[in-house]
């Protein structure tokens, strides 16, 4: 008898103790056995691969390719393409040193376009405005969560011409919570920091801030398209690297999760930056509201001076940027007819 | 034996000049030799100066051309040493990180000793230090910046106590800079070396089902021991001083660098592997200690910019060669 479907030896060790231990058929037998050498049974046994992980991973593949596809005629636009078209920096082994992968913003980019094109109908106004090279992106932030910053993100890779990257800096708290601190990474999103806002704009890329941070985005809804307070940072970031600022003012927002109160002790207790309580969330409607959006790009502000000046002088260029930005939200609100038209 | 310890240490100035000039010729004293990284460094070093071994470890496979003192450095032999010869350098290697070792022998040995040393180098006007530190001083947090500066603080005792006396030891070496300006200091912080030495990352790489966190695949570099130990030498030139960051090749997310290495993450939600590990760390089935888990979640990279323009460093070994050597037996040349 030979080892015939293995290794087509005569009195193969491993055939003879195969026999010897366990008697299992020579179909099971594998030629690694030998080298293996076990004398114990099942030593050499493994899973099962039937459903193992690259399976798993290439049918969420195939669905993620429909999703894209979907997406791409919906949006009437080569998802693909428009990734590629983007320009990064990746490292000496070909990933991007803040952990971009356009394997899953591909999907994000998908998911969001449908969203910016179908869902808020999104209007953008002026994206030509947007410099080449570094800029810093800043806008007014509202609607409880951030939507506002995907459909910005959504206007610089769909609607601009060549498509911009948007990054923008993330909560530091983001990168404690699981799933998320994985996701944000790979699309591009980077824990707010000076220093990597800095290595960013060195690397001219282009970085969505928004000054007015939490506060701004859980107005409460007597406090609509009203600027909340800005930080001064941005300012200084933007005359130590050299950066142009444009002002973006987003309409629609403020309609999409109306909240009626802030529960201040609940926000306290969850140790989150605030408890809004939304009316919708009664009626079981979790879904944001379909309100129209509409992003202005205003002209760019190109700032000169010294970043380590004192709080007044750095005040007076962010109230100018302020007061742009109000005045853009001001006038897009009297043009427009209705919140969901 | 070697005569008296307690004899008067001042020299005379002429002879301090004579000493200088002879730097050139002078020996590097490698401490911590007979470990993986320090065999290594030895073996490169030795090719073109002459190279003074202490450890308490015999040095199996020793090159002729290299003297072996097999004494522990808090002993009072360890000053004969520097009395006896002109040696030109001092490259601190000898750090333990054996989390196995109790807090106290491991403060003894990290800062008693190398205070000791510091003093014998004040003592006989030694003009070079290197300390081998490593960028987990930094400690992997939440609100790392992606690329951590030499001027970023060093957090790394704050979540893990067992940190400290790495942390004090970096800070001894800082302290060396002022209190001996005569003396070029050179502190480097490489990120995870991997190679055949056996520290926590190496061994990590090594397991075929590594542990990963649900949800966290954090951005990670690695550098090869080789590139480290050129590191080294670069930063034996004289003149060179200061703080230096190393990074390897580029940076990867810890999924890829895991696959890469052959093994297939076992991904356990993060309170589960703290449990896991802490009870099998007690059973000593394990030997990592359950708050080295941050690294598997959070960043820790350094920024190498200092590294390049003032050292002249330069990665040579790929990541893919680093993943390879992991499981080598030895280097053939």
Redesign the interface.
């Known amino acids: 008898m030979t080892c015939q479907p293995l290794c087509g030896k005569w009195a193969c060790p491993c055939l003879v103790s195969r026999f010897l231990i366990d008697g299992s058929s020579l179909l099971l037998h594998d030629g690694g056995m030998s080298q293996r050498g076990s004398i114990v049974p099942f030593a050499g046994w493994r899973r099962p691969r039937l459903l193992g992980d690259s399976h798993w991973r290439a049918a969420l593949r195939s669905v993620g390719d429909r999703v894209v596809r979907i997406a791409e005629e919906v949006v009437g636009q080569d998802i693909d393409a428009r990734i590629a078209g983007i320009r990064t920096h990746p490292n000496e082994v070909g990933h991007d040193p803040f952990g971009f992968d356009p394997e899953t913003s591909r999907y994000a980019l998908a998911m969001a376009g449908l969203l910016h094109r179908r869902y808020f109908r999104t209007q953008v106004f002026g994206i030509e405005r947007i410099p080449e090279g570094r800029v810093l992106i800043v806008a007014n932030h509202s609607g409880q969560l951030p939507i506002d910053a995907v459909l910005i993100a959504c206007a610089l890779m769909l609607d601009a011409n060549p498509p911009r990257f948007p990054r923008s800096m993330v909560e530091t708290w983001t990168a404690e919570l699981p799933f998320i601190s994985t996701l944000y990474p790979r699309l591009g999103q980077v824990v707010g920091s000076p220093e990597n806002a800095r290595r960013l704009l060195r690397q001219e890329e282009s970085l969505i801030v928004f000054p007015e941070g939490a506060k701004g985005i859980s107005k409460t809804f007597d406090q609509r398209y009203q600027l909340t307070d800005f930080g001064l940072g941005f300012v200084r970031l933007a005359l130590e690297t050299n950066t142009p600022i444009v002002p973006v003012a987003v309409i629609g927002g403020e309609e999409q999760y109306p909240s009626i109160a802030d529960f201040k002790p609940l926000a306290k207790l969850l140790r989150m930056p605030a408890f809004p309580v939304m009316p919708q969330l009664f009626f079981g409607m979790i879904a944001p509201l379909p309100t129209k959006y509409r992003l202005y790009f205003g002209e760019p502000f190109r700032f000169a001076g010294d970043p380590d000046d004192e709080d007044s002088a750095v005040e007076e260029k962010v109230w100018l940027v302020k007061s742009t930005i109000q005045s853009m939200v001001n006038r897009g609100l009297r043009e427009r007819k209705g919140v969901f038209i | 034996m070697f005569g008296d310890a307690s004899q008067p240490s001042a020299k005379p100035s002429r002879e301090s000049s004579v000493r200088l000039k002879a730097a050139a010729e002078g020996a590097v004293l490698v401490t911590g030799i007979c470990g993986r990284l320090g065999k290594l460094l030895a073996r490169e070093l030795h090719r073109s100066d002459t190279v003074v071994g202490v450890d308490r470890r015999p040095f199996i496979g020793r090159p002729k051309d290299i003297t072996h003192h097999e004494v522990d450095m808090r002993r009072k032999k360890m000053k004969d040493i520097f009395r006896g010869r002109n040696i030109r350098a001092v490259v601190h290697v000898g750090v333990l990180h054996n989390p196995r070792r109790s807090d106290r022998e491991r403060h003894s040995w990290n800062i008693v000793a190398f205070q000791k040393l510091l003093e014998y180098m004040a003592q006989y006007e030694v003009p070079k230090l290197v300390v081998l530190s490593g960028a987990n001083v930094y400690g992997p947090q939440?609100?790392?910046?992606?690329?951590l500066?030499e001027d970023a603080p060093l957090l790394g005792a704050q979540h893990f106590g067992g940190m400290r006396d790495l942390v004090e030891l970096d800070m001894l070496a800082q302290s060396f800079f002022w209190k001996h300006p005569t003396t070029d200091t050179v502190i480097l912080r490489p990120c995870h070396i991997v190679g055949r030495v056996r520290n926590a990352a190496s061994n990590y790489l090594r397991l075929d089902r590594p542990v990963m966190?649900?949800?966290?695949?954090?951005?990670m570099q690695i550098v090869h021991e080789k590139d480290v130990t050129r590191a080294i030498q670069l930063a034996l030139r004289p003149g060179v001083r200061g703080i230096f960051n190393i990074r390897g090749?580029?940076?990867?997310?810890l999924s890829?660098l895991v696959r890469k290495a052959g093994g297939?993450p076992r991904v356990l939600?993060?309170p589960l592997a703290r449990l896991a590990l802490d009870q099998l760390w007690r059973l000593r089935l394990s030997n990592f200690p359950s708050q080295e888990l941050d690294h598997l979640?959070?960043?820790c990279m350094v920024d190498d910019t200092r590294a390049r323009e003032e050292l002249g460093y330069e990665p040579i070994h790929?990541?893919d060669r680093a993943l390879r050597d992991l499981r080598r037996v030895r280097y053939l040349r």
């Not at chain 2, 939440?142 to 690329?147: G, M, S, V």
């Not at chain 2, 090749?249 to 997310?253: F, Q, V």
């Open positions: 939440a609100n790392n910046p992606q690329f500066t966190i649900m949800g966290f695949d954090p951005m090749p580029g940076e990867m997310p890829h297939r939600p993060s979640r959070y960043v790929s990541i």
